[in-house]
């Protein structure tokens, strides 16, 4: 079964404006980890914000946060003040405990100017 | 932190010919070593990993193989590429509870 999903695979959003990248998981674990990484054309993978199942707030790196919603099972992406640099595929993932990593199929996402 | 190398950065190999993808990692001792593939503009998908010397788990039934000869050390092999086997491949390592350190990957092109 599908642990991660990322319903949209496609967003557009105009340079200077906020943006939501959606992602919901599937675990029965208590513990456990969500994660997003965003990966330019140039392939690589770059990690962006990490949320913990038992953190009660949600987490913050700069222009980027994770909204939280535990028992939605919900971990979205907002980007705050978008630059044409955040144009990228965005992977939100999920690990249980030491289990291995699981990645959504992706959200692509265009900044334009 | 933790500093992952891999090479080559592309590579164009025709069908039937031996691959050899090396990944060795700084920074860490007995990290969790992964490799994914990645299909154009789709998700990753988990080849093998590995949780110390010569242990190997594969996640998918292929063409392709793993081994881990030192600790810091992980290889990805094929004795006679397949197209099917075209795409991204990315080396992972990660230690503990946390997230995973990526390479910059190796594109290969199978013709």
């Known amino acids: 079964a599908q642990k991660i999903t990322q319903t949209q695979p496609g967003m557009f959003v105009q340079e200077k404006e906020a943006v939501t990248l959606d992602c919901t998981y599937d675990?029965?674990?208590?513990?456990?980890?969500l994660f997003w990484y965003k990966q330019p054309s140039s392939g690589e993978m770059i990690f962006l914000i990490y949320?913990?199942?038992?953190?009660?707030q949600n987490a913050t790196e700069g222009r980027y946060s994770l909204n939280f919603q535990k028992a939605r099972k919900s971990a979205n992406l907002v980007i705050s003040a978008s630059q044409l640099g955040d144009s990228a595929m965005y992977f939100c993932?999920?690990?249980?405990?030491?289990?291995?990593?699981?990645f959504g199929a992706g959200t692509r996402l265009t900044v334009k100017p | 932190s933790q500093t992952i190398h891999q090479w080559p950065a592309t590579l164009v190999q025709p069908v039937g010919s031996p691959l050899s993808l090396e990944c060795t990692v700084e920074g860490t001792s007995n990290p969790n070593l992964y490799w994914y593939r990645q299909a154009a503009g789709r998700g990753l998908q988990l080849l093998f990993y590995?949780?110390?010397?010569?242990?190997i788990s594969s996640e998918v039934p292929q063409n392709l193989s793993a081994s881990r000869p030192q600790d810091r050390q992980f290889i990805l092999s094929s004795k006679k590429l397949l197209l099917s086997d075209s795409g991204f491949y990315l080396c992972?390592?990660?230690?503990?509870?946390?997230?995973?350190?990526f390479g910059s990957g190796t594109r290969l092109t199978v013709v």
């Open positions: 675990t029965s674990d208590q513990s456990y980890g």
């Open positions: 993932a999920m690990r249980e405990g030491r289990n291995d990593m699981r």
């Open positions: 992972a390592s990660t230690e503990g509870y946390y997230g995973y350190t």
């Open positions: 590995s949780v110390g010397i010569g242990q």
């Open positions: 949320q913990g199942s038992y953190d009660e």
